[in-house]
């Protein structure tokens, strides 16, 4: 089992960035599948990037080219860069893992998470 803290969410105007940051302890997550999600108010949580032990991503359609996820291995952390933000970018984003795991085909199979952290762009 791995506990994950993220950190970094606040409020924006459109076109601003903020970097979300996603601190693992307990288990490294250097050979695990890791994740964003996100959840706006009355939507059903959605998978926004994942990276796997290769470093490959993959993203959702709709964050592709303005936002990155990137990892540290050494620091055990995770992070998220979000550049051009807009309204419907709001939401509560929450970091996953799949301990010891490879991604697979899609955003299925996230067994830690954690508690979340808002995000607020504004127009």
């Known amino acids: 089992q791995v506990q994950l803290v993220e950190s970094g969410g606040g409020s924006v105007q459109t076109g601003g960035s903020l970097r979300l940051s996603c601190a693992a302890s307990?288990?490294?997550?250097?050979?695990?599948?890791v994740a964003w999600f996100r959840e706006a108010p009355g939507e059903e949580r959605e998978g926004v990037a994942r990276?796997?032990?290769?470093?490959?991503?993959t993203y959702a359609d709709s964050v592709k080219g303005r936002f990155t996820i990137s990892r540290d291995n050494a620091k055990n952390t995770l992070y998220l860069q979000m550049n051009s933000l807009k309204p419907e970018d709001t939401a509560m984003y929450y970091c996953?893992?799949?301990?010891?795991?490879?991604?697979?085909?899609?955003?299925?199979?996230?067994?830690?998470w954690g508690q979340g952290t808002q995000v607020t762009v504004s127009s």
């Open positions: 996953a893992a799949r301990l010891f795991r490879w991604c697979g085909a899609d955003f299925s199979g996230f067994t830690d």
């Open positions: 307990g288990s490294s997550i250097r050979i695990s599948c």
């Open positions: 990276i796997d032990p290769s470093g490959s991503t």
